[in-house]
């Protein structure tokens, strides 16, 4: 990954590791595995919505902890074929940093070996029996509208809002709708509300949930069929 941008990382606690560049931590410092789950495959209504050719999209790879969250609930649901996901990625962490940090999450390590592997190659896309990934690298709001797909479900996990405002807009949510399947979904850990004006506008149907933990509320949204 040498022509692209590189994640700035420092570590707290030695396990959590921070994005220097937006002053954020990349998961929750109580559970991330917990978090993730709850907000978005919870909030996603996954597993149950798990069928044959599902595509998860989501802003913000990150750790990839929330697409191995996916693939070990899809695994458990027993579906045949492969998940489909496309995670868009500005600032990617060096394989090393994203084998340090899913280190805190045994579970999601223990399956995470072959994309960390691809990662560290400098891969684009990643096949399995049972997971067909692609990694799209670059500003989302350039490189999503030039997406030609469209998914069941949208992971929305960018850094907070506050610090990161250009992954939240109005403009790149009318994006994440006009890439969403008539009746797909999306959840998020924030409660902005902008975040939910700019979904809105993009005609999902907005609820607000409770969050994971401290966090006294997250979004989900479900686009109008």
């Keep these: 990954m040498s022509q692209r941008q590189r994640a700035d990382i420092e570590w707290k606690d030695g396990a959590v590791p921070v994005a220097t560049r937006f002053d954020d931590p990349y998961f929750s410092i109580a559970d991330g595995l917990a978090e993730t789950r709850h907000v978005f495959l919870t909030g996603n ?15 913000g790879i990150g750790t990839g902890l929330n697409l191995l969250a996916a693939l070990i609930a899809w695994r458990a649901a027993g579906v045949a074929g492969p998940l489909r996901y496309t995670g868009f ?63 069941e479900a949208w992971f929305l996990d960018g850094f907070a809002p506050a610090k990161n405002p250009e992954l939240w807009s109005p403009e790149l ?53």
Aim: overall charge neutral; hydrophobic content about 45%.
């Design 45 to 59: 209504d996954l597993p149950a919505r798990f069928t044959p050719g599902f595509r998860i999209a989501e802003l």
């Design 89 to 151: 990625e500005a600032f990617p962490m060096d394989a090393g940093d994203m084998d340090r940090a899913l280190r805190a999450f045994p579970e999601a390590h223990a399956v995470a070996g072959p994309l960390v592997d691809a990662w560290r190659a400098g891969a684009t896309r990643f096949q399995s029996d049972d997971l067909d990934a692609e990694f799209i690298f670059g500003d989302a709001r350039e490189t999503l509208p030039r997406w030609a797909g469209r998914a």
């Design 173 to 225: 949510m009318a994006q994440v709708a006009a890439h969403t399947v008539p009746g797909g979904t999306a959840a998020t850990y924030t409660a902005a509300g902008f975040v939910r004006r700019g979904l809105a506008e993009g005609r999902f149907e907005v609820e607000r949930r409770p969050g994971f933990g401290r966090k006294r509320h997250m979004t989900v949204a479900r686009l109008s069929a």
